[in-house]
């Protein structure tokens, strides 16, 4: 691990299908955009390094598939998420609508019950929309949400969108642990009965 | 003073020839001075009232008289602890004053209860003490006169405002000489501890005398006199308490019966008795000798009629108590290291694999035995396979009882039930806890209360505590490992779970794989039962709402070919297919792929490990693909003819792009895939062109029922002990804190339990999500759970008694004042309510009739004061006081004798 790696962050991006996800994802990650991006199957996966304030934070983000047969699949990821970004398209009344299931989902099976929500608006590029700035901003206030519009296509408030969660993240007190990964993995087998089963350090040490 | 001190550096002194208690007298008076004890520039606040009971603070010095070492003690009441608001505007200047005259002589210093034995003597709060160093005594006389002497000379150089002491005999009797001076007037404090009692200390009218006759003149009023008697409430004294009830739960007579409601229970409290005694102590403060007699014929003093009691508790320390002890036995086995095998011999090896004939043999045995399960068997069926072996540790009607209490379907219907499961699980708390408690509640990472992984926990730590330790343990996880198998093999779902349907990441590893193991049970009977009952086209032609249009349809079954019949349709939808216009059916899809936590990082560590770019994405898509994959199967197969438009329209409505268009007969809707669904190349048309027509119960399995239960059991029985123990504290933990909870009484106000189980529940929480655990976190949290534990039953011991005798509505707060402050003073005597009480326990107590309905006093004490010209009649008038101590075998004397220095 880059020992100037502050600390690995768990983010997680849901919404409805075809908002733009994983567009926003690859956007930020690789600065790139697909007109014909793929829909999700099940979930894909992204890293990112950042810097922060001058910190350097990995960024370990889940991109979920909005489709409802695949939803099953997904609550098991919000597990020890530290940052959460729902979705909704600005010109998809329907994909606003179905925020509240979204938020609910989020509410149940987010492990980290100070975890940083983030609502973003996408596809402001496009004329025809149908959900008003205020509209979202009235969304993310009742749910106590960080709150942005952005593009995916045209890079409007994409790489700003996850800075600002970063930060709120680093903000808050007891939500995250700086890496010590390899040490802990160390002291913990020592001390602890060999064989613990079904407990892998690995991965979630992250904890 | 500059001047002065240049001086002084030049003044040569010499100490060469200086005796010894020269050098004494010149180191006491040093280190006085650096208590900054001397008054000689400073006036005397003088404080009129000091709680003895309050902060004594102290330091120390060493100093050596004629070679033998001492130890110099400065003791004091810390001023800031001066409690009462009304005693801090009293502070008064007095520069004719004295904090010593005016503490000997304020009678409100009286029988405090909480300080040292000179304070308690002479009503002290601020004093020196000389004691012999190690194991030395001070016992012959000329020393002692010569160590007082020269006390007296360094404490009038320096003008001392606190009296200077010396312990004199054997340190355990508490004997002191003292000596004080402050403006001529100087007084000496003698004191006597007789093992003999003399007449004349028995009684009031006695030590009057005595009194008067060392004063040696008469006092200028009547003697003042505060008396003290007290009485005793214990086990010990009276073969007393054995009245009051105290029983812990005695498990050594339970023996292996054990009732089946201590199972349920994790055990608490006090395995001795918490409370040692109650002291009651009657007062009279402010008498005067002319007021009241007490001789040994006739007495005045009616303790039941004394203005004031006071009630103290005396607590016995360190106390073991039940549910530590079991917490700490729970904690070692989770540290041991033996195998099932090693702690119970061949018989109970693990069961390798289906195809051992061993297995074959305990199986077989198993599903003879249990034939009736469920259905008839009212009281369970001792397992075949352990018939076959020699008694295991648990005697078989105890492990009956154990399985009954965790699997308790076995005993038939619910009414036959001894211990049926809620009919709904509770995540936070239990009603038997304060509900203020439900908000800390909700974070527990463990298992539901009273769920079938709680009853394991608490039968585990039962029978590591009561029955076997840990082969007992052993024992009662093969017979568990069994049953889970039995239930299993024939589909019998596992009691004690939420019926969720897919394992519930919240709760704790084990918990989820026991919901895992009933997802496989029922997976595997649903799998086995006959197809669910179609959709078929019959129903739509019923259908009210559609009458039209399926009166419109053509007959159904010629539509499709034989071979290609619509199979695994679940519910029809309003929209047609695009080719045929038929109507489009939701298929009957295969269960979700249920997982346990383990599962879930191990499969998104994989998902980490194929990396971050494209390939990396495009392999995780088709891994994830199989759900996919089969829902087109199943959709092709309920809908034959059907294009991916039409699969889109179901599985992934937002991709289908609905527009306006103009065409010849004006606007239309059209539709079309959205641009990623139709771009070259997509896996979603890859895929769709390799799916067949397959229903959802013929198709691959997505989840394999046997390969999972198997896994989960094969793990379940290598388990050891300690790793059994280990899934199970979490659970432990949080039971115990419920447990106290219960105790914890909603309208008590013991402020440190209340706060020490907040610790403890927030440290719970925070360790239970921690994975793989550390067991020294746990280990932490005991002393904090035995702080609990410990006042709990401190708290329901003395309630328990006190309310024997007496309810009222203060009773409580009675009692958590005596336990918190340890004296509770009772106005009223014994007209108060809680006087009233302790008077009725006393009466009980009396074993010879004693007209006041009161056992003899454990101990009587007198405070004797007075003012008088000492030593002769032209003498500056002074204080003299007695203080008088008599219990069963001994009198103490403690007299303060004030003489003035100048005029006789
Ligand atoms: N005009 C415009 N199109 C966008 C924007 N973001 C995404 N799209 C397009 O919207 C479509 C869906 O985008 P995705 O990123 O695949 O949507 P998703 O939310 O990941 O969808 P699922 O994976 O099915 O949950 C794609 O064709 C994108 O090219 C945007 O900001 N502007
Ligand atoms: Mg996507």
């Known amino acids: 691990m880059d020992p100037s790696v502050l600390t690995t962050l768990k983010i997680l991006i849901t919404g409805e299908s075809g908002v733009g996800k994983s567009s926003l994802l690859l956007r930020f990650t690789d600065d790139t955009f697909d007109n014909e991006q793929a829909a999700t199957i099940g979930v894909d996966f992204k890293v990112k390094l950042i810097n922060v304030d001058g910190n350097n934070v990995k960024l370990a983000i889940w991109d979920t598939a909005g489709q409802e047969r695949f939803r099953t699949l997904t609550p098991s990821y919000y597990r020890n998420a530290q940052g959460a970004i729902l979705v909704y398209d600005v010109c998809s009344r329907q994909s606003f609508s179905r925020l509240d299931a979204w938020f609910d989902e989020l509410e149940t099976y987010a492990t980290n019950t100070n975890i940083v929500k983030m609502l973003i608006g996408n596809k402001i590029d496009k004329d025809r929309r149908e959900v008003s700035r205020e509209e979202g901003l009235k969304f993310a206030k009742k749910h106590s949400m960080l709150f942005i519009e952005a593009s995916a296509k045209t890079k409007d408030g994409v790489q700003m969108a996850f800075e600002e969660l970063v930060q709120k993240i680093i903000q808050t007190p007891g939500l995250w642990e700086a890496d010590v990964t390899s040490q802990r993995g160390l002291s913990l087998s020592d001390r602890t009965q060999a064989g613990q089963p079904w407990s892998c350090s690995g991965y979630c040490s992250m904890v | ?904």
């Not at chain 2, 009971?53 to 070492?69: C, L, R, T, Y």
């Open chain 2, 1 to 904: 003073m500059a001047d002065q001190e240049d001086e002084e550096v030049f003044e040569i002194v010499d100490f060469t020839s200086a005796s010894e208690w020269e050098v004494f007298i010149s180191r006491l008076e040093e280190i006085l001075l650096s208590w900054q004890l001397s008054l000689k520039d400073k006036e005397e606040v003088v404080t009129s009232f000091v709680d003895l009971n309050g902060d004594w603070k102290s330091s120390s010095e060493d100093i050596s008289f004629a070679g033998h070492p001492f130890i110099l003690t400065h003791h004091w009441v810390e001023q800031s602890t001066v409690t009462n608001e009304v005693n801090k505007v009293e502070l008064v200047t007095d520069k004719k004053g004295c904090q010593v005259f005016a503490s000997l002589m304020d009678n409100r210093h009286d029988f405090p209860f909480n300080c040292l034995p000179l304070a308690k003597y002479y009503g002290l709060s601020d004093f020196v003490v000389i004691t012999p160093a190690g194991n030395e005594m001070l016992t012959s006389e000329d020393r002692i006169n010569l160590l007082l002497s020269s006390i007296t000379i360094a404490v009038g150089n320096i003008q001392s405002r606190a009296p200077v002491f010396v312990q004199i005999h054997s340190k355990s009797q508490q004997l002191y000489q003292g000596t004080f001076e402050c403006k001529n007037l100087r007084t000496d404090f003698q004191m006597v501890h007789l093992k003999r009692i003399p007449p004349t200390c028995k009684c009031l009218s006695g030590l009057i005398e005595l009194f008067k006759d060392k004063i040696g003149s008469t006092p200028l009023e009547p003697v003042d006199l505060s008396i003290c008697w007290t009485y005793s409430l214990s086990d010990v004294r009276n073969g007393g308490w054995e009245k009051w009830p105290q029983p812990p739960p005695d498990f050594e007579s339970m023996g292996g019966v054990v009732g089946n409601a201590a199972l349920g229970q994790l055990g608490f409290g006090a395995i001795r008795d918490p409370i040692k005694e109650i002291r009651v102590s009657a007062v009279w403060t402010g008498l005067n000798e002319d007021v009241v007699v007490d001789s040994e014929v006739y007495s005045d003093l009616d303790p039941v009629q004394a203005p004031l009691w006071i009630a103290r508790l005396v607590l016995n320390e360190q106390v073991p108590s039940l549910l530590i002890k079991s917490l700490c036995s729970f904690l070692d086995l989770c540290r041991s290291s033996e195998s099932i095998e090693q702690l119970l011999g061949k018989n109970y090896t693990v069961l390798q694999s289906p195809d051992s004939p061993e297995y074959e043999r305990a199986l077989g045995a198993l599903t003879k035995e249990r034939k009736g399960y469920g259905l008839l068997s009212s009281n369970r069926l001792p397992f075949g396979s352990k018939k076959a072996q020699t008694g295991g540790p648990i005697p078989e009607a105890m492990m009956v009882n154990l399985l009954n209490y965790l699997f308790p379907d076995a005993e038939g219907d619910l009414e036959s039930q001894t211990h049926p499961y809620p009919e709904q699980f509770q995540t936070d708390c239990s009603a038997s806890i304060d509900s203020t408690w439900k908000e800390f509640f909700s974070a527990f990472k463990t298992s539901p209360v009273d769920s079938l992984v709680w009853r394991l926990a608490t039968a585990a730590v039962y029978t590591m505590t009561h029955l076997n330790g840990i082969e007992g343990v052993a024992h009662l996880w093969h017979e568990i490992v069994l049953e889970l198998r039995f239930r299993w093999e024939h589909g019998y779902t596992i009691p004690g779970l939420e019926t969720g349907g897919v394992p519930d990441l919240n709760y704790c590893r084990l918990y989820q794989k026991l919901q895992m193991l009933n997802c496989c049970i029922n997976h595997k009977k649903a799998g086995n039962s006959a197809p669910p009952v179609e959709a078929t086209d019959e129903d739509e032609f019923y259908d009210a709402e559609e009458t039209l249009e399926s009166m419109e349809a053509t007959p159904q079954k010629e539509r499709h070919s034989v071979w290609n019949q619509p199979q695994g349709r679940k519910e029809r939808t309003k929209m047609k297919l695009l080719r045929s216009g038929e109507t489009l059916y939701e298929p009957v899809t295969q269960a979700l792929l249920p997982m346990t936590e383990d599962m879930v990082e191990e499969q998104s560590e994989m998902m980490e490990q194929l990396g971050d770019n494209a390939e990396g994405s495009e392999l995780r898509a088709r891994i994830l693909s199989a759900s996919l994959l089969s829902d087109m199967e199943a959709f092709k197969a309920a809908n034959p003819g059907a294009e991916m438009e039409d699969f889109v329209r179901w599985h992934s409505p937002r991709d289908w792009i609905e527009e306006e268009v103009m065409t010849s007969d004006g606007c239309k809707m059209e539709g079309r895939l959205s641009g990623r669904m139709q771009a070259p190349g997509n896996l979603w048309q890859e895929m769709w062109r390799a799916a067949k027509p397959i229903v959802a119960w013929r198709q691959k399995r997505l989840f394999d029922d046997t390969k999972e239960a198997e896994k989960i059991l094969h793990t379940f029985s290598a388990l050891r002990p300690a790793q059994i123990a280990t899934l199970l504290l979490p659970t432990v933990m949080h039971a115990s804190i419920h447990r106290l909870l219960e105790e914890l009484r909603p309208n008590i106000q013991l402020p440190d339990a209340v706060s020490n189980c907040r610790a403890a529940i927030a440290k719970i929480v925070q360790i239970a999500r921690h994975s793989p655990l550390d067991l020294q976190q746990y280990e932490d949290l005991l002393p904090v759970l035995q702080k609990i534990e410990v006042r709990l039953s401190q708290f329901n011991s003395l309630r328990r008694r006190i309310i024997d005798y007496g309810d009222w509505e203060g009773i409580d707060e009675f009692v958590t004042r005596l336990l918190i402050d340890g004296n509770v003073s009772l106005t009223g005597g014994s007209h108060s309510p809680a006087g009233k009480a302790l008077l009725k326990a006393m009466g009980s107590l009396n074993k010879k009739d004693t007209s006041s309905g009161l056992p003899s006093p454990v101990k009587k004490e007198f405070v004797l004061r007075a003012m008088a010209h000492r030593p002769g009649n032209g003498s500056t008038c002074s204080c003299q006081k007695l203080f008088c101590s008599v219990d069963e075998d001994s009198v103490r004397l403690a007299g303060a004798w004030t003489q003035d220095t100048l005029f006789y």
